[in-house]
């Protein structure tokens, strides 16, 4: 049985566990950061040096880094579904993986982090304004994407909207202002929709 280690109110742990959801695959989740611990430990440094979660073992083969997580499951486990073999499908998919991990999620991160892990008196209110304002900025190029195809890579759900989904599930539900962006509220309905998604994207924020 394959093995999840981490605790579900990391996005990063999301992602991971809404592929495995998606795909079917039996396993077993262990909490573990933050509160849990473990992750320092040698054994757990070990399988993956970096001491950070998710962390995902198939048998004697580790994986570490969530989108190559999400990538692995899709391949071995779900190919022609979440993974998909139109090369240009995957490509469509890949890119916007990557624009979650390189550019959405590193705006999101100052709101996120000073909103809801920092206590009010040490909130740095410049950093959460200018994060606020960068992903809403962001936000309006996913709505202009999703008004034309259902999902990120076409018509289909793919590997490609696990991150995305993941990453506009924790924008909604912060306490910001945003920008009521009509297509992306659409996608999060259908995603949500997904039993996969419901056990995955939890609620509160934390």
Known sequence: MLRLWGRLNSINVQKAAFALEEAGAP?????AGMAFGI?????YRAK?????????????FTV??????????????ASGTLWPLDA????????????????LVVALGPAFLGLIRTPPEQRDAKAIEASVAKTDELMGRLNAALSATSHVAGERFTMGDIPIAATVHRWLNLPIARTDYPAIKAYYARVMARPAAQKSLILPVT
């Open 39 to 43: 992750v320092g430990t040698p054994e």
């Open 88 to 103: 240009r499908a995957r490509a469509s998919a890949d890119k916007w993986m990557d624009w979650q991990q390189t550019t």
């Open 48 to 60: 993956n040096p970096n001491g950070l979660i998710p962390l995902l073992e198939d048998g004697d």
């Open 27 to 31: 396993y077993e989740r262990i909490d």
């Open 64 to 77: 570490w880094e969530s989108n190559v997580i999400v990538r692995y499951v899709a391949a071995q486990y």
